[in-house]
């Protein structure tokens, strides 16, 4: 099995587990998150935003002005759980942003036009 494709089944796997009402364990969780970021990256490709899902991972991504230097302008940041469930379109951005599950800060940060992920 390739290691692509063993971190496509961390993100099915992670799903099932979250159906079955339990959480998934921790390396599959962390390579979902993984996954679902490097997917993202692909998809938006740039360097105008952070999107950081501690402690897993974070990435630079979407189209525009590069940042360099102290806090970027513009940050998404939320936890593994919320990124599984936002990244594959099981919860609504809207829902994550206004419950405050997700802070998303500065005017490139919504994802939606990337979201879901998968399919």
């Avoid at 935003?49 to 940042?67: D, K, L, N, S, T």
């Avoid at 230097?69 to 942003?97: S, Y």
Wanted: with cysteine.
């Amino acid at each position: 099995m390739s290691p692509a494709h063993s971190k496509s089944e961390s993100v099915a796997e992670a799903l099932d587990a979250v159906d079955r009402g339990v959480e998934p364990a921790r390396t599959v969780l962390r390579d979902a998150v993984r996954a679902l970021l490097t997917e993202l990256s692909a998809r938006a490709p740039g360097r105008s935003v952070e999107v950081r899902i501690p402690p897993f991972g974070a990435i630079q991504c979407v189209a525009g002005p590069r940042h360099t230097r102290g806090t970027p302008p513009n940050v998404v940041e939320t936890d593994p759980m919320t990124w599984l469930l936002v990244a594959t379109g099981r919860l609504p951005w809207d829902d994550a942003v206004r419950d405050g599950r997700l802070r998303a800060s500065g005017v490139r940060t919504d994802l939606t036009d990337y979201l879901p992920l998968l399919g």
